[in-house]
Protein backbone atom coordinates (compact mmCIF):
# COMPACT_ATOMS: atom_id res chain seq x y z
CA UNK A 1 0.00 0.00 0.00
CA UNK A 2 2.67 2.28 0.94
CA UNK A 3 5.18 1.98 -2.25
CA UNK A 4 1.74 2.47 -4.26
CA UNK A 5 1.02 5.56 -2.10
CA UNK A 6 4.78 6.62 -3.14
CA UNK A 7 4.26 6.04 -6.83
CA UNK A 8 1.25 7.78 -6.88
CA UNK A 9 2.01 10.98 -4.92
CA UNK A 10 5.35 11.13 -6.04
CA UNK A 11 5.57 10.24 -10.18
CA UNK A 12 2.00 9.82 -11.32
CA UNK A 13 0.14 13.23 -10.13
CA UNK A 14 -0.35 15.72 -12.79
CA UNK A 15 1.46 18.46 -10.71
CA UNK A 16 2.01 21.97 -12.31
CA UNK A 17 5.11 23.04 -12.71
CA UNK A 18 6.16 26.67 -13.46
CA UNK A 19 9.07 25.26 -15.43
CA UNK A 20 7.25 22.11 -17.37
CA UNK A 21 6.42 23.44 -21.06
CA UNK A 22 2.63 23.39 -22.18
CA UNK A 23 1.75 24.40 -18.30
CA UNK A 24 -1.40 27.06 -19.14
CA UNK A 25 -2.90 26.98 -16.03
CA UNK A 26 -2.13 28.41 -12.38
CA UNK A 27 -3.17 25.18 -10.27
CA UNK A 28 -1.31 22.66 -8.18
CA UNK A 29 -3.41 19.79 -9.51
CA UNK A 30 -5.34 19.36 -12.93
CA UNK A 31 -5.29 17.48 -15.82
CA UNK A 32 -2.22 15.80 -17.07
CA UNK A 33 -2.09 17.88 -20.49
CA UNK A 34 -3.52 20.97 -18.93
CA UNK A 35 -0.39 20.05 -15.99
CA UNK A 36 1.91 19.72 -18.69
CA UNK A 37 3.06 16.14 -18.41
CA UNK A 38 1.79 15.32 -21.98
CA UNK A 39 5.17 12.44 -21.99
CA UNK A 40 2.71 10.50 -19.18
CA UNK A 41 -0.68 10.87 -20.96
CA UNK A 42 0.71 10.22 -24.29
CA UNK A 43 2.12 7.14 -23.07
CA UNK A 44 -0.83 5.69 -21.05
CA UNK A 45 -3.33 6.45 -24.32
CA UNK A 46 -0.93 4.80 -26.93
CA UNK A 47 -1.93 1.64 -25.17
CA UNK A 48 -5.51 2.22 -24.13
CA UNK A 49 -7.24 0.71 -27.20
CA UNK A 50 -3.92 -1.80 -27.97
CA UNK A 51 -5.28 -5.24 -28.96
CA UNK A 52 -5.81 -7.50 -26.08
CA UNK A 53 -4.62 -10.79 -26.44
CA UNK A 54 -7.33 -12.86 -24.22
CA UNK A 55 -10.03 -10.29 -26.10
CA UNK A 56 -8.55 -11.93 -29.64
CA UNK A 57 -9.00 -15.40 -28.32
CA UNK A 58 -12.41 -14.83 -27.37
CA UNK A 59 -13.51 -12.78 -30.53
CA UNK A 60 -11.70 -15.74 -32.27
CA UNK A 61 -13.78 -18.48 -30.42
CA UNK A 62 -17.13 -16.39 -30.89
CA UNK A 63 -16.08 -15.68 -34.66
CA UNK A 64 -16.17 -19.87 -34.94
CA UNK A 65 -19.73 -20.10 -33.08
CA UNK A 66 -21.29 -17.73 -35.34
CA UNK A 67 -19.94 -19.78 -38.28
CA UNK A 68 -20.88 -23.25 -37.05
CA UNK A 69 -24.06 -21.66 -36.39
CA UNK A 70 -24.47 -20.06 -39.71
CA UNK A 71 -24.15 -23.79 -40.88
CA UNK A 72 -26.13 -25.57 -38.82
CA UNK A 73 -29.10 -22.86 -39.93
CA UNK A 74 -28.03 -23.09 -43.58
CA UNK A 75 -28.90 -26.84 -43.08
CA UNK A 76 -31.78 -26.86 -41.46
CA UNK A 77 -30.68 -28.69 -38.47
CA UNK A 78 -31.41 -26.48 -35.64
CA UNK A 79 -33.93 -23.91 -35.36
CA UNK A 80 -33.07 -20.16 -35.76
CA UNK A 81 -34.17 -20.05 -31.99
CA UNK A 82 -31.69 -23.00 -31.13
CA UNK A 83 -28.92 -21.76 -33.24
CA UNK A 84 -28.94 -18.20 -31.75
CA UNK A 85 -28.50 -20.37 -28.52
CA UNK A 86 -25.82 -22.19 -29.43
CA UNK A 87 -24.12 -19.48 -30.64
CA UNK A 88 -23.50 -17.82 -27.64
CA UNK A 89 -23.31 -21.22 -25.17
CA UNK A 90 -19.88 -21.54 -23.43
CA UNK A 91 -18.34 -18.92 -25.77
CA UNK A 92 -18.42 -15.64 -23.51
CA UNK A 93 -17.32 -12.77 -26.01
CA UNK A 94 -18.96 -9.48 -24.26
CA UNK A 95 -17.94 -6.04 -23.86
CA UNK A 96 -19.61 -3.68 -21.38
CA UNK A 97 -18.72 0.14 -21.88
CA UNK A 98 -19.47 1.64 -18.22
CA UNK A 99 -20.38 5.74 -18.47
CA UNK A 100 -21.18 5.47 -22.44
CA UNK A 101 -22.14 9.42 -22.71
CA UNK A 102 -23.97 10.49 -25.54
CA UNK A 103 -21.89 8.14 -28.58
CA UNK A 104 -20.13 4.76 -27.06
CA UNK A 105 -17.31 6.08 -29.65
CA UNK A 106 -15.08 3.71 -27.29
CA UNK A 107 -17.20 0.83 -28.32
CA UNK A 108 -17.35 1.77 -31.81
CA UNK A 109 -13.64 1.58 -31.55
CA UNK A 110 -13.33 -2.12 -29.82
CA UNK A 111 -15.93 -3.11 -32.69
CA UNK A 112 -13.48 -2.58 -35.52
CA UNK A 113 -11.09 -4.94 -33.34
CA UNK A 114 -13.82 -7.64 -31.97
CA UNK A 115 -16.27 -7.88 -34.28
CA UNK A 116 -17.91 -10.49 -33.05
CA UNK A 117 -18.34 -9.76 -29.74
CA UNK A 118 -21.77 -8.47 -27.95
CA UNK A 119 -21.37 -4.52 -26.51
CA UNK A 120 -23.59 -3.49 -23.91
CA UNK A 121 -23.69 0.34 -23.32
CA UNK A 122 -24.79 1.75 -19.44
CA UNK A 123 -25.46 5.35 -19.30
CA UNK A 124 -27.80 6.86 -16.55
CA UNK A 125 -28.25 10.59 -17.51
CA UNK A 126 -31.69 10.13 -20.36
CA UNK A 127 -30.15 13.10 -22.12
CA UNK A 128 -27.69 10.87 -23.35
CA UNK A 129 -28.49 7.69 -23.46
CA UNK A 130 -31.94 8.46 -25.92
CA UNK A 131 -29.03 9.90 -27.97
CA UNK A 132 -27.73 7.08 -27.49
CA UNK A 133 -30.49 4.54 -28.48
CA UNK A 134 -30.80 6.70 -31.47
CA UNK A 135 -27.10 6.21 -32.76
CA UNK A 136 -26.96 2.41 -32.40
CA UNK A 137 -30.52 1.61 -33.42
CA UNK A 138 -29.19 0.02 -36.67
CA UNK A 139 -26.61 -2.09 -34.84
CA UNK A 140 -27.63 -5.89 -33.38
CA UNK A 141 -24.37 -6.03 -31.56
CA UNK A 142 -25.44 -3.49 -29.30
CA UNK A 143 -27.24 -2.86 -26.61
CA UNK A 144 -27.77 0.37 -24.62
CA UNK A 145 -28.61 0.22 -21.21
CA UNK A 146 -30.16 3.22 -19.53
CA UNK A 147 -29.05 3.24 -16.33
CA UNK A 148 -26.14 3.39 -14.08
CA UNK A 149 -24.84 0.47 -11.65
CA UNK A 150 -24.75 0.08 -8.34
CA UNK A 151 -24.89 -1.89 -5.42
CA UNK A 152 -29.12 -1.04 -4.68
CA UNK A 153 -31.29 0.36 -6.74
CA UNK A 154 -31.58 4.00 -6.21
CA UNK A 155 -32.29 7.67 -7.90
CA UNK A 156 -29.73 10.68 -8.01
CA UNK A 157 -31.04 14.39 -8.42
CA UNK A 158 -28.63 16.63 -10.62
CA UNK A 159 -29.21 19.81 -11.75
CA UNK A 160 -28.83 20.17 -15.96
CA UNK A 161 -25.82 22.43 -15.09
CA UNK A 162 -24.12 19.41 -13.40
CA UNK A 163 -23.84 17.76 -16.85
CA UNK A 164 -21.89 20.08 -18.57
CA UNK A 165 -18.71 19.34 -19.41
CA UNK A 166 -16.30 16.77 -19.57
CA UNK A 167 -16.33 15.05 -16.18
CA UNK A 168 -19.41 15.01 -14.24
CA UNK A 169 -19.00 14.01 -10.80
CA UNK A 170 -22.58 13.01 -9.98
CA UNK A 171 -22.32 11.90 -6.19
CA UNK A 172 -21.22 16.01 -5.91
CA UNK A 173 -24.76 16.60 -7.01
CA UNK A 174 -26.76 18.47 -4.49
CA UNK A 175 -30.47 17.90 -6.13
CA UNK A 176 -31.96 19.08 -9.59
CA UNK A 177 -34.69 17.84 -11.69
CA UNK A 178 -32.84 15.41 -13.57
CA UNK A 179 -32.81 12.06 -12.53
CA UNK A 180 -29.65 9.48 -12.56
CA UNK A 181 -31.26 5.54 -12.47
CA UNK A 182 -28.97 3.45 -11.26
CA UNK A 183 -29.80 -0.33 -10.81
CA UNK A 184 -28.27 -3.23 -9.23
CA UNK A 185 -25.24 -5.53 -10.37
CA UNK A 186 -27.61 -8.50 -10.36
CA UNK A 187 -30.11 -6.23 -12.81
CA UNK A 188 -26.94 -5.97 -14.95
CA UNK A 189 -25.71 -8.80 -15.14
CA UNK A 190 -29.24 -10.68 -15.90
CA UNK A 191 -30.31 -8.15 -18.90
CA UNK A 192 -26.83 -8.25 -20.47
CA UNK A 193 -24.89 -11.62 -21.63
CA UNK A 194 -23.43 -12.44 -17.70
CA UNK A 195 -20.21 -11.51 -16.86
CA UNK A 196 -18.48 -9.41 -19.82
CA UNK A 197 -14.95 -10.40 -21.01
CA UNK A 198 -14.07 -6.52 -21.15
CA UNK A 199 -15.26 -4.24 -18.78
CA UNK A 200 -14.22 -0.39 -19.80
CA UNK A 201 -14.92 1.86 -17.45
CA UNK A 202 -15.18 5.73 -18.27
CA UNK A 203 -18.13 6.91 -15.73
CA UNK A 204 -17.26 10.09 -14.87
CA UNK A 205 -16.47 8.85 -10.99
CA UNK A 206 -18.55 6.63 -10.55
CA UNK A 207 -15.49 4.45 -10.43
CA UNK A 208 -14.80 4.71 -6.88
CA UNK A 209 -18.32 3.33 -5.40
CA UNK A 210 -18.44 0.81 -8.98
CA UNK A 211 -15.11 -1.19 -8.20
CA UNK A 212 -15.34 -2.12 -4.63
CA UNK A 213 -18.80 -3.28 -5.27
CA UNK A 214 -18.49 -5.28 -8.50
CA UNK A 215 -15.87 -7.03 -6.64
CA UNK A 216 -18.26 -7.36 -3.85
CA UNK A 217 -21.04 -9.24 -6.25
CA UNK A 218 -17.95 -11.25 -7.87
CA UNK A 219 -18.15 -9.66 -11.36
CA UNK A 220 -14.77 -8.71 -11.32
CA UNK A 221 -12.89 -11.62 -10.77
CA UNK A 222 -13.51 -13.47 -14.20
CA UNK A 223 -13.73 -10.51 -16.29
CA UNK A 224 -10.55 -10.85 -18.91
CA UNK A 225 -9.83 -7.37 -19.00
CA UNK A 226 -10.46 -4.35 -17.25
CA UNK A 227 -9.81 -1.08 -18.16
CA UNK A 228 -10.54 2.26 -15.93
CA UNK A 229 -10.57 5.62 -16.25
CA UNK A 230 -10.10 7.48 -12.96
CA UNK A 231 -11.57 10.74 -12.44
CA UNK A 232 -12.74 13.52 -10.55
CA UNK A 233 -11.91 13.35 -6.44
CA UNK A 234 -14.75 15.09 -5.88
CA UNK A 235 -15.62 16.90 -2.78
CA UNK A 236 -13.30 13.97 -0.81
CA UNK A 237 -10.27 15.45 -1.58
CA UNK A 238 -6.60 14.77 -3.49
CA UNK A 239 -5.36 12.76 -0.44
CA UNK A 240 -8.16 10.32 0.09
CA UNK A 241 -8.78 9.90 -3.43
CA UNK A 242 -5.17 8.52 -3.62
CA UNK A 243 -5.60 6.13 -1.13
CA UNK A 244 -8.90 4.92 -2.41
CA UNK A 245 -6.76 4.68 -5.56
CA UNK A 246 -3.68 1.88 -3.90
CA UNK A 247 -7.03 0.09 -2.40
CA UNK A 248 -8.87 -0.49 -5.50
CA UNK A 249 -5.43 -1.28 -7.51
CA UNK A 250 -4.14 -3.84 -4.40
CA UNK A 251 -7.68 -5.42 -4.86
CA UNK A 252 -7.60 -5.81 -8.32
CA UNK A 253 -3.96 -7.66 -7.87
CA UNK A 254 -5.17 -10.37 -6.34
CA UNK A 255 -6.83 -11.95 -9.47
CA UNK A 256 -5.60 -8.91 -12.37
CA UNK A 257 -2.34 -8.60 -13.36
CA UNK A 258 -1.53 -4.11 -14.28
CA UNK A 259 -0.14 -3.60 -17.64
CA UNK A 260 0.06 -0.12 -17.53
CA UNK A 261 -1.57 2.55 -15.38
CA UNK A 262 -1.56 6.31 -14.57
CA UNK A 263 -3.14 7.55 -11.58
CA UNK A 264 -6.13 9.63 -12.72
CA UNK A 265 -5.50 8.58 -15.98
CA UNK A 266 -6.44 5.14 -17.38
CA UNK A 267 -5.07 1.79 -16.03
CA UNK A 268 -5.29 -1.80 -17.73
CA UNK A 269 -5.71 -5.13 -15.72
CA UNK A 270 -5.49 -8.62 -17.39
CA UNK A 271 -6.69 -11.62 -15.56
CA UNK A 272 -4.30 -14.00 -14.19
CA UNK A 273 -3.64 -17.20 -15.93
CA UNK A 274 -5.38 -19.69 -13.49
CA UNK A 275 -7.92 -17.27 -11.81
Not at 63 to 85: D, F, L, N, P, W
Request: glycine letters at 8%; one cysteine or more; proline letters at 2%.
Amino acid sequence: MLSCLKDVLWNQLPIAKNQEKCTTKDVIFAHHGDAGHWQLWNKVMDGYMKPMKAMDKLNAEAEQASASASQKRSTGTVTETETETDQHRGVQCSVWEVGANVAAADSRHLMKMYGHCRYHAFEPVSLFSKKLKEIWKSESRMKVHEYGIGEDDTVIRVTEDALQGESTFLADGQGGDIEIKIKTFEHALAKSDGIPSLLHINCEGCEWDFLPGAKKHGLLDKVSVIQIGWHSYGKIGLGARAWQLCEIRNMLAETHTMTWGLAFGWDRWELKDGA
